[in-house]
């Protein structure tokens, strides 16, 4: 079903992007192979048939709210890799950014997190998920090169450390203020960066 779709509503409150925040939700709380579209229906307190007018199954709401992560991580990826300048300040602008993205689509980063891989779509959103760690271990091994990143540190274990310290968000980020995301990226560059750039 087209995205544009969203602007319909089957009860209220309920149109697809409201839809897809709770089905994310519920699918990273109880599993996805755990939640039924009973269950699901029921959380909303609308009716399965309200929620088959946005889309076609239990597969499809999956693919679309890790869609809204992956669709997020890499438009900032693009810009990135278009920037001018050295891969060190576009490796900084794609981390930045991932907090942002991660801050401001939390339901669906964390179950873009918890993929594991076991339905035809989950291994469809792990293989977009590698393509995204390939351009970070690209950018990575870039500025190593360049001579901006210390050279005691292996460049796979730094692109792993990063992504690392920007997912270990969800386990405890709670949003409160629009200005948390710059808030956090910028803690969040600051202890990185600081530690893998070459000082000057």
């Given amino acids: 079903m087209a995205e ?6 089957g009860r209220p409150g309920y149109d697809l992007e409201s839809l897809l925040q ?17 269950e699901l229906a029921r959380r909303l ?39 001018p300048g050295a891969a060190i300040d576009k490796l900084e602008h794609l981390v930045r950014g991932s907090v942002r993205v991660l801050c401001t689509r939390l339901p669906f980063v964390t179950l873009l997190l918890r993929v594991r ?23 990575v091994a870039q500025a190593e090169a360049d001579g901006d990143l210390r050279p005691d540190v292996d460049p796979a274990m730094t692109a792993r450390l990063l992504f ?26 600051k202890v990185a960066f600081d530690g893998i750039r070459v000082p000057r």
């Fill in 164 to 189: 690392g310290m920007v997912n270990s968000l969800i386990e405890w980020y709670q949003p409160r203020r629009a200005s948390d995301d710059r808030a956090l990226a910028d803690a969040i560059a």
């Fill in 117 to 139: 891989g076991n339905t035809e779509v989950e291994r469809a959103v792990l293989g977009r998920r590698r393509a995204f760690d390939r351009i970070v271990a690209k950018l």
């Fill in 45 to 83: 307190g609308i009716t399965k048939a309200a929620i088959y007018h946005h889309v076609s199954g239990k597969e499809d709401l999956l693919r679309m709210s890790v869609d809204r992560a992956l669709d997020g991580l890499f438009a900032v990826a693009t810009e990135a890799e278009q920037m």
């Fill in 4 to 9: 544009g779709s969203g602007r319909r509503r």
């Fill in 22 to 38: 709770v089905a994310a939700k519920l699918f990273y709380e109880r599993g996805y192979d755990g939640t039924s579209m009973d």
